[in-house]
Every structure is written in structure tokens, then in C-alpha cells.
């Protein structure tokens, strides 16, 4: 008779439809197991290179389980650079620091050598006053002490041009 030949059938086409949704489900656990695997560590190399980019030169990478392979390899170079910048942002910081120092001191020095050049420049201008109260007659003289009152003012103008110059361009460096 025909519906028991279509009853096996019947029951046949079932434990198929069973036997599908069953290897459906298994290819996508497996899927989302193999996933999370691969993805896992790349999450890690994205996470990593956020923190390095968001200024967190300590921050290291450890994948144990892919020690031996292309993420492993790549997690290694990701914290051999991340030892790179963090070494040279350490010598940056501290060649900063000697270059505010040697800013410091050339301060100092800047400070040192207009007031001396000043000091100077107030000595030969009394001099120079006294000399014409002493010479009062002699018209050579006293041109003489004009015109070395003329370069005087000329080198003290100097002076405090090139102190401006230099404040001026250290507070355009500081700017940049």
C-alpha cells in the first residue's frame, strides 16, 4: 500500500528536516566559537593601539595563546613600538628639560651682559657730562663728547632692541 511507502517517507523527510536544523545550529556555535577565537585577539591589537593612540605609551599587549603565530607576531611588534615611543617621548621630556634650563641660564646671561653693557654706558655718559663741565671752551672737546653721547644712546637703544628681539622670539617659540 502507498501510505505506508509515504509514512517512511514522511518520517524519513522529518529526522532530514531534524537533522538539518541540528547542523544548522552546530555550524553556527561553531561559527561564533571560532569568531570569538580570531576576534578576540584582534579586538585586543584594536584596544592596544586605541590606548596608544589616546597617549598610553606603558600599555602592552599579551595574547598567551597566540604566542607562535601572525597575532602573536603582531601583538609583539604592536609593544615593541609601544617601547619605541614610550623611550622616545621619555628622551623628549627630558631634552625639554634641558632646553628650559638652557633657556634658564641664557636668561641669566641675557640679563647679566645688558646690565653690564648698561653699567657701561651710565659710566661713559657721567664721564662725559663732567668732561664738558670741565671743557666748557673748547669746542673740539665738545664735539668729541656729543658725538660720544650720540653712540652712547646708540648702543643703549641696541641694547634694549636686543633684549625685545629676544623676548619677542621666545614668546613666538612658546606660542608654536
Same mark, same amino acid.
Given at each position: 500500500?502507498?501510505?505506508?511507502?509515504?509514512?517512511?517517507?514522511?518520517?524519513?523527510?522529518?529526522?532530514?528536516?531534524?537533522?538539518?536544523?541540528?547542523?544548522?545550529?552546530?555550524?553556527?556555535?561553531?561559527?561564533?566559537?571560532?569568531?570569538?577565537?580570531?576576534?578576540?585577539?584582534?579586538?585586543?591589537?584594536?584596544?592596544?593601539?586605541?590606548?596608544?593612540?589616546?597617549?598610553?605609551?606603558?600599555?602592552?599587549?599579551?595574547?598567551?595563546?597566540?604566542?607562535?603565530?601572525?597575532?602573536?607576531?603582531?601583538?609583539?611588534?604592536?609593544?615593541?613600538?609601544?617601547?619605541?615611543?614610550? /623611550?622616545?617621548? !621619555?628622551?623628549? =621630556? $627630558? %631634552?625639554?628639560?634641558?632646553?628650559? @634650563?638652557?633657556?634658564?641660564? &641664557?636668561?641669566?646671561?641675557?640679563?647679566?651682559?645688558?646690565?653690564?653693557?648698561?653699567?657701561?654706558?651710565?659710566?661713559?655718559?657721567? /664721564?662725559?657730562? !663732567?668732561?664738558? =663741565? $670741565? %671743557?666748557?671752551?673748547?669746542?673740539? @672737546?665738545?664735539?668729541?663728547? &656729543?658725538?660720544?653721547?650720540?653712540?652712547?644712546?646708540?648702543?643703549?637703544?641696541?641694547?634694549?632692541?636686543?633684549?625685545?628681539?629676544?623676548?619677542?622670539?621666545?614668546?613666538?617659540?612658546?606660542?608654536?
Amino acid at each position: 500500500p502507498t501510505h505506508h511507502v509515504y509514512k517512511v517517507v514522511h518520517v524519513l523527510q522529518r529526522v532530514l528536516i531534524v537533522v538539518t536544523l541540528l547542523t544548522f545550529l552546530l555550524v553556527v556555535f561553531i561559527a561564533d566559537y571560532v569568531a570569538r577565537i580570531v576576534l578576540s585577539p584582534i579586538k585586543d591589537l584594536e584596544r592596544g593601539a586605541r590606548m596608544l593612540g589616546s597617549g598610553s605609551l606603558g600599555y602592552r599587549i599579551e595574547l598567551t595563546r597566540h604566542t607562535n603565530d601572525e597575532l602573536g607576531n603582531l601583538a609583539n611588534a604592536f609593544n615593541q613600538m609601544a617601547q619605541s615611543l614610550q /623611550t622616545k617621548d !621619555e628622551e623628549i =621630556r $627630558t %631634552y625639554g628639560k634641558n632646553l628650559e @634650563t638652557a633657556n634658564e641660564e &641664557l636668561d641669566a646671561m641675557i640679563y647679566a651682559v645688558t646690565h653690564d653693557v648698561r653699567t657701561a654706558l651710565d659710566e661713559i655718559e657721567s /664721564t662725559s657730562t !663732567e668732561l664738558k =663741565r $670741565t %671743557y666748557v671752551a673748547d669746542q673740539g @672737546t665738545q664735539e668729541k663728547l &656729543l658725538t660720544i653721547s650720540r653712540r652712547r644712546q646708540q648702543i643703549s637703544r641696541l641694547n634694549a632692541d636686543l633684549v625685545k628681539l629676544i623676548q619677542t622670539e621666545r614668546e613666538s617659540i612658546e606660542f608654536r
